[in-house]
């Protein structure tokens, strides 16, 4: 797809048919990129709110974002491709949506750092827990330009970006390459 807007991507996905990405131009849009036949990107949605950090539920059947209509960023979940009414996942802010692989939670984090689980109910519409707070991070402040964290597929571990410590010395990071050549034979 040939752009002259700048256009970020952000999910596959599962069965490889849809790229979703946002376009911070005019209207801030969720757009998607069909994979096959005539691969006509189509809007998602679009209003004049901030949206971002589209993902697609394991199953394809629903999509999980953030936007600030509301104020503040809140986590909403719609069903794909639509139509269908949106379901606020979040209860007092939140960012950074992220499906487990089996489809039965979403994880986000709330504003003031701590991570977030939401139960999702098996069904034909979407039917959402109260978020629990699953422990608070290291971090203080929700960057749209990064991602911050990482969960493993079973929803069981989790990667956090940390802030590296005042005077704290560092640590080197040693890097080996070709070292397969030091293995005995």
Same mark, same amino acid.
């Given at each position: 797809m040939a752009s002259d807007?700048?256009?970020?991507?952000?999910?596959?996905s599962t069965d490889g048919r849809f790229i979703v990405y946002v376009s911070p131009i005019g209207g801030r849009g969720i757009w998607i990129l069909p994979l096959s036949n005539d691969r006509k990107p189509f809007v998602f949605l679009e209003d004049p709110f901030m949206k971002d950090e589209p993902h697609?539920?394991?199953?394809? !059947?629903?999509?999980?974002?953030?936007s600030n209509e509301s104020g503040q960023a809140e986590v909403y979940v719609q069903p794909f491709p639509g139509p269908g009414e949106r379901v !606020? %996942?979040?209860t007092d802010g939140g960012s950074q949506p992220r499906w487990r692989k089996d489809?039965?939670?979403l994880f986000y984090l709330a504003l003031d750092g701590r991570l977030m689980?939401? %139960?999702?109910?098996?069904?034909?519409?979407?039917?959402?827990?109260v978020p629990k707070v699953l422990f608070q991070t290291p971090i203080t402040a929700i960057t749209r330009s990064?991602?911050?964290?990482a969960v493993t597929?079973?929803?069981?571990r989790f990667v956090v970006l940390?802030?590296?410590g005042g005077d704290a010395p560092q640590s080197p990071i040693t890097v080996a390459l070709n070292w397969t050549a030091g293995l005995e034979k």
């Open positions: 807007q700048p256009t970020y991507p952000e999910d596959w697609f539920s394991p199953d394809g !059947r629903w999509l999980a974002y953030y !606020r %996942a979040s489809g039965s939670e689980a939401v %139960a999702i109910k098996d069904g034909s519409a979407m039917e959402l827990g990064i991602d911050q964290y597929a079973d929803g069981q940390a802030p590296v």
